[in-house]
């Protein structure tokens, strides 16, 4: 495993996590009936310092991502309802805060889960994605079904997809031990099947690496032996 030092904002959104209990270490059962040694909880966002925090990550994420792939491009930040739409809304004001130029056109948009029947009607609030780049801002992908019914949202709009940008990548496949999938995490099968990028401010790696510098062996033990049992593949 790399020994290289984690980015300056993967450290300060890790340490935010910490002491806001956003990440917990114990024994929690997850919807897919396994029993997790850690919880990331992204609702406790809810605070306005911890918005600022997790918005100027997905920030920072975004824009290290365009660093190193130039011709990355979108119109619209998409935050699929409900969590998904204080996100991405904080997350284009950060951006436009660190480079107007480039980011002061840029819209949001989001869904309601019920169509509007009056008034201006539709399913979605803020910008039409007709014909527009349309990167979404989630927390995390577990099975990848809401990703997939954001998606759909996307295209029947007539928006092309672009990439999506995760607060926590659990690292863990999807399914059983002999799932069709060949062990692979939902993130990875969404790479493939929208051919675009899926970036994530932390991942299950970067938490490891913490408890291991600070020594906690049996957080640690917990830990990777978690990632040996339900670790993905890719």
């Known amino acids: 495993m790399s020994t290289d030092?984690?980015?300056?904002?993967?450290s300060a959104f890790l340490s935010t996590c910490l002491s806001a209990s956003v990440i917990r270490f114990g024994s929690?059962?997850?919807?897919?009936?396994?029993?997790?040694?850690?919880?990331?909880?992204?609702?406790?966002?809810?605070?306005?310092?911890?918005?600022?925090?997790?918005?100027?990550a997905y920030s920072l994420t975004i824009l290290a991502h365009l660093t190193s792939h130039p011709d990355f491009a979108f119109d619209v930040l998409f935050g699929p309802a409900y969590k998904g739409i204080p996100l991405a809304t904080s997350t284009l004001e950060k951006l436009a805060e660190a480079d107007e130029k480039r980011f002061g056109d840029v819209s949001y948009?989001?869904?309601?889960?019920?169509?509007?029947?009056?008034?201006?009607?539709g399913s979605i609030v803020g910008a039409p994605l007709r014909g527009k780049r349309v990167l979404v801002v989630d927390d995390v992908i577990t099975a990848g079904t809401a990703i997939r019914e954001a998606v759909t949202v996307i295209e029947r709009e007539g928006g092309v997809l672009v990439g999506v940008v995760l607060a926590f990548d659990r690292m863990e496949r999807t399914g059983g031990v002999d799932a069709e999938n060949g062990g692979k995490s939902a993130?990875?099968?969404?790479?493939?099947?929208?051919?675009v990028p899926v970036l994530a401010i932390l991942t299950l790696a970067d938490?490891?690496?913490?408890?291991?510098?600070?020594?906690?062996?049996?957080?640690?033990?917990?830990?990777?032996?978690?990632?040996?049992?339900?670790?993905?593949?890719?």
């Open 187 to 195: 993130i990875a099968q969404v790479r493939e099947m929208y051919k």
């Open 109 to 121: 948009a989001f869904n309601r889960k019920e169509v509007k029947d009056h008034g201006e009607g």
């Open 28 to 56: 929690f059962e997850l919807k897919s009936k396994r029993l997790s040694p850690y919880f990331f909880n992204a609702g406790l966002f809810h605070r306005a310092l911890l918005l600022r925090a997790i918005s100027t």
């Open 207 to 234: 938490v490891i690496g913490w408890v291991k510098e600070r020594g906690e062996r049996d957080q640690l033990a917990a830990l990777e032996k978690y990632r040996e049992e339900y670790g993905a593949s890719d």
């Open 5 to 10: 030092p984690a980015p300056s904002h993967k």
